[in-house]
């Protein structure tokens, strides 16, 4: 059974880095590697991002996203993906209306972000990659504001969020000097 | 069956390369057809008006990397693969009769229109993806930048030796020997009655009511309203200093004082309580960072902990939750800046939030234009790019917690919530009832989305804009009672800073483009004002100097924050950092003087202005921080000098040397600020409230944009007696007075305000409603003195002073009856005396 893994992991590979921008979902995050599968359901309305979703239509443009679809059992099976601290990190979302892909805030942390070490369903994103290398990741995410808190896309005023506890005072050296 | 996996695997293996190697012929393919029949033609016809490298992006659309391509402009994407329809770029090139035509000179050739129908038809490949560029260096040269004199540390100059008997203070030392060097004397000292009124208004921006004028003036002379000029200054000086000192005092620790000083502030820290721009939402919660500042003058709050707390107060150690709360408050000051908040790219919005952060930050504290090293090196200092994206690394890494609402603006953020750690509500508690009527309005705004999405499912057709409202009305009415706890206690919101959960690493971006990042910068500080080598953060901490001035009560001195940003905080209000303690001190100077010792009071670098005493400067900022950085001392020290209480009279030789007065032979008149000529009637006619109001009076105006939810006219006819400082402060839309007598519109720092001479003033005071019912005010509270006094009385209320003969005999030639004396009252105000000090 690993051996299918390892074959289908190894086929799969070049199809995905090949693409300038491919849409999938991810699945799992452990430390700097990522478990992906092509996303069938979100073709991004195209190599563009930016038009409107075409249920169950052909990719247009981009190659490596229709060879993710064509893949088979690839679409099944995870690929697992090396990503550098360089590449950069950031929430996304589909506009309500038109679906376009909007991308959005980068995630501080990077793959250290709450949303991937917290995440409970896979997640779709865009990669964008560079020849070989991944330069950005377009996660959608619920949470669209600039801080990535709680004022929801569905419209959910959250207005207010507990500060973060500082240290308490200490009679330390710190500033003692003046 | 694992050789059986591997040879299928092996078969699908090279069935998979064969169709990649396929593709990847294609898309060379492709790539060669946009290279040479695409991008041609966009160079040649479009990026004089849409590119990067023209700086133009009309109608919001830049053509000239595939992301902007695919983001297009205000009217949607411009290229959009595979569909002819959609594409707007194609649509405006085939020249239809529709007004949509580019273009501008004329329509291209039809095999060129057929190229780009084939390229989108092929999915409209493009390889002009972003790129990373290579490492950006700086031709800047840091060790000879420093020799710039506002880089240099403070010189201890001591005050020059004199055997003139002129000076009484160190201040008077500094400038009697610019004057002499200059060939200047100084004039007389001021008359009592000028140098009350003048010390009212400068430290509490308020007349001083005819009863102290002659309290303090019979004090500091023998005989009120009847001495000589001579008199006055032949009494021992030491005497009248300890009146003087006495009346200073009074007026330092009263509550007043810190309307006006904070209000100096606030025009540094830009304060408003809206976003400005074409969207101008409203800031609910500004206002606390306004009553944070007032209270900080009141309190004398040092200065270091001043800056420390606004720029970093989430992040210092504390005590109590009040304490606690009162930073996060403080840290308003990143937040309450101007905003796009509609825009659409969330990236560009974070860079320009940061760049405005940065911006504020170094000007205010520094009066440096740091911001000018966006885009390149700084064209005057010695501030590389850089050092700039060092800055920025710090405040990309902090979440700005602004508020507003998500139906109302695409940028809109959380707020935070400081509900049971001390501070007071800005709103009154609810009763059962309305508390209820709340919870109905927001459940029937719901419903109203539900019946509307239905009839949508259902085919029917529902106009957007009615979708759009309902939703606006269900997140208005959601935000309102989310204000509450359910038994209809107000909950105390805030806006402010706090740290994210990890930095975000910053590149260097070339031209400022989100599009063209170069190297990673490490986070810091600017390099000119800190020791070789060490201005980023890591290196900074460790610092021996840096360590010995950090905040009392940290945990240890190797704390440090998520951000930067308290590292940041610190290295600013350090007494070791050249510019912080020379910036605020030349701006205490400005606010006394009506002019700062370096012009330029917002820029101390080389497109400012040099100091005309540079020794006093750092003897005044030395003081500063001798003084644990007590504002009020500062004050204390200037207002008892005798520079500052001379006279404004005119000279005729030291006119013809020095016309601008550079070196103080005489105290410069200046008119009041706007908020001070409001409170001054207000005060006169007896009707100013000086109870501090209850959160802000926009209250009463709403969520939401100004245009939109907001009514300008009901801001600008918000009627109160309160001080000035606590009027609505809505960007673009000020109260009509404050606006007409120059107040600043706080899109920017504004260290020193433009003082305006228009007949639209005078045109204003003529016939405002406002003023008239001050002087009908100021005319009942003269008929209430005997009749014999009320003409002293009207002249010492408003002016400070008894009117001369001739004005006597021409006042009484016209009030002819009672009826005249509201129009003689307001022709009083209408003076040039009125709203100025000498």
């Known amino acids: ?178 | 069956m694992t050789r059986r996996a591997l040879l299928c695997a092996i078969i699908l293996g090279c069935l998979n390369w064969l169709m990649l190697s396929q593709n990847q012929l294609r898309a060379q393919e492709d790539v060669r057809f946009f290279e040479s029949k695409i991008r041609p033609v966009l160079v040649k016809h479009c990026y004089e008006c849409h590119s990067s490298e023209s700086g133009k992006a009309r109608g919001g659309l830049k053509v000239d990397s595939r992301d902007a391509l695919q983001r297009g402009g205000d009217s949607g994407p411009a290229v959009v693969a595979k569909s002819l329809e959609e594409s707007a770029l194609y649509q405006a090139l085939l020249y239809h009769d529709d007004g949509w035509q580019m273009p501008p000179k004329g329509k291209l050739l039809q095999a060129t229109l057929d190229d780009f129908r084939r390229w989108i038809l092929m999915g409209a490949p493009d390889p002009r993806v972003t790129a990373i560029n290579s490492n950006v260096a700086s031709a800047i040269d840091i060790e000879a930048g420093r020799q710039f004199w506002a880089y240099q540390p403070l010189s201890a100059t001591p005050p020059p030796a004199t055997t003139s008997e002129w000076p009484t203070t160190a201040i008077d030392r500094f400038v009697e020997a610019k004057l002499r060097e200059h060939g200047l004397t100084p004039v007389d000292d001021a008359s009592p009655e000028v140098l009350v009124r003048r010390l009212y208004f400068v430290l509490t921006g308020l007349p001083p009511s005819p009863e102290d004028l002659q309290t303090w003036t019979s004090r500091l002379r023998v005989s009120p309203f009847t001495l000589q000029k001579d008199e006055f200054s032949s009494q021992p000086f030491a005497e009248r200093k300890a009146t003087l000192a006495q009346l200073v005092d009074e007026l330092l620790a009263s509550d007043r004082y810190g309307e006006l000083w904070g209000r100096h502030w606030m025009d540094v820290a830009r304060f408003a309580e809206s976003t400005g721009g074409d969207h101008n939402n409203i800031y609910q919660h500004a206002w606390r960072y306004r009553d944070y500042v007032i209270d900080a003058f009141n309190d004398d709050k040092p200065f270091d902990q001043f800056i420390r707390e606004q720029i970093a107060g989430d992040l210092l150690p504390i005590e109590s939750d009040q304490e606690w709360a009162n930073n996060v408050i403080a840290t308003g000051f990143l937040a309450i800046g101007a905003k796009s908040v509609g825009e659409e790219d969330q990236q560009r919005f974070f860079a320009d939030l940061v760049d405005e952060q940065i911006d504020t930050t170094t000007q205010a504290f520094l009066a440096t234009t740091v911001a000018c090293a966006r885009c390149h090196d700084h064209k005057f200092d010695p501030i590389p790019q850089a050092d700039y994206y060092a800055l920025a690394g710090i405040f990309r890494s902090t979440e700005t917690h602004y508020g507003l609402l998500k139906a109302q603006a695409r940028q809109a953020t959380t707020l935070i919530d400081l509900t049971g750690m001390g501070p007071t509500a800005g709103t009154p508690e609810l009763n059962a009832g309305q508390y209820a009527a709340l919870v109905k309005q927001r459940d029937d705004a719901a419903q109203a989305i539900e019946n509307a999405m239905k009839k949508i499912r259902a085919g029917e057709n529902v106009f957007r804009g009615l979708l759009r409202k309902y939703r606006s009305d269900r997140d208005e009415t959601e935000a309102a009672l989310q204000a509450y706890s359910d038994r209809g206690q107000p909950r105390v919101v805030a806006m402010g800073t706090q740290d994210r959960d990890a930095a975000l690493p910053t590149r260097l971006l070339i031209r400022g483009e989100l599009d063209k990042p170069a190297q990673f910068v490490e986070r810091g500080v600017l390099q000119v004002l800190s020791p070789a080598k060490k201005q980023t953060l890591a290196a900074l901490t460790k610092d021996a100097s840096f360590r010995q001035h950090r905040t009392p009560g940290l945990p240890s001195l190797t704390h440090h924050s998520q951000s930067g940003r308290l590292e940041l905080a610190e290295w600013i209000a350090s007494p070791e950092n050249p510019l912080t303690a020379r910036v605020i001190a030349n701006r205490v100077w400005h606010w006394m003087y009506g002019r700062g010792l370096v012009r330029t009071v917002d820029d101390f670098g080389h497109a400012g202005e040099t100091p005309s005493h540079p020794e006093l400067l750092d003897y005044l900022a030395s003081r500063l921080i001798e003084e644990n950085w007590s504002i009020k001392a500062l004050i204390r020290e200037i207002a008892l000098s005798r520079t500052w209480q001379l006279a404004s009279t005119y000279e005729s030789q030291n006119y013809g040397i020095d016309p601008y007065n550079r070196f103080y032979w005489r105290m410069n008149q200046r008119r009041l600020e706007a908020e001070a000529v409001r409170d001054a009637m207000l005060a006169v006619s007896g009707q100013l409230d000086v109870n501090r109001p209850l959160g802000t009076y926009l209250r009463e105006a709403g969520e939401g944009g100004v245009g939109q939810n907001v009514f300008e006219p009901v801001i600008r006819a918000i009627d109160n007696k309160t001080r000035s400082v606590y009027l609505p402060r809505v960007r673009s839309v000020l109260p009509e007075m404050l606006e007409t007598f120059d107040a600043p519109d706080a899109s920017l720092v504004t260290g020193s305000r433009d003082t305006t001479l228009t007949p639209l003033q005078s045109l204003f005071l003529m016939n405002n409603r406002f003023v008239q019912d001050q002087s009908v005010a100021i005319s009942s509270r003269v008929m209430k003195q005997p009749a014999s006094q009320r003409l002293e009385y009207a002249y010492l209320l408003t002016l400070g002073r008894l009117p001369s003969p001739s004005e006597r005999t021409l006042v009484m030639e016209y009030l002819t009856g009672e009826e005249k004396l509201p129009l003689l009252c307001q022709a009083i105000l209408c003076t040039v005396e009125f709203s100025s000090i000498d």
């Open chain 1, 1 to 178: 059974m690993r051996s299918w893994t390892s074959a289908i992991c190894l086929l799969a590979l070049p199809t995905l880095l090949h693409a300038d921008q491919k849409f999938v979902k991810i699945q799992r995050v452990s430390g700097n590697q990522v478990a992906v599968v092509p996303d069938a359901g979100n073709d991004g309305g195209g190599a563009m991002g930016g038009g409107r979703r075409r249920g169950g239509g052909a990719a247009p443009g981009q190659p490596g996203v229709a060879g993710g679809r064509r893949g088979g059992a690839a679409t099944t099976q995870p690929t697992i993906l090396t990503i550098s601290p360089a590449t950069k990190i950031t929430s996304a979302m589909r506009e309500r209306r038109t679906f376009e892909f909007r991308v959005g805030a980068e995630l501080a942390g990077g793959l250290k972000h709450r949303v991937f070490q917290e995440m409970k369903t896979p997640l779709p994103a865009r990669i964008v990659s560079d020849g070989n290398q991944i330069t950005e990741i377009n996660v959608i995410i619920s949470e669209t504001d600039i801080n990535q808190s709680t004022t929801t896309s569905n419209g959910e005023a959250i207005i207010a969020v507990r500060p973060k506890r500082p240290p308490m005072k200490r009679s330390s050296a710190a500033g003692e000097a003046k």
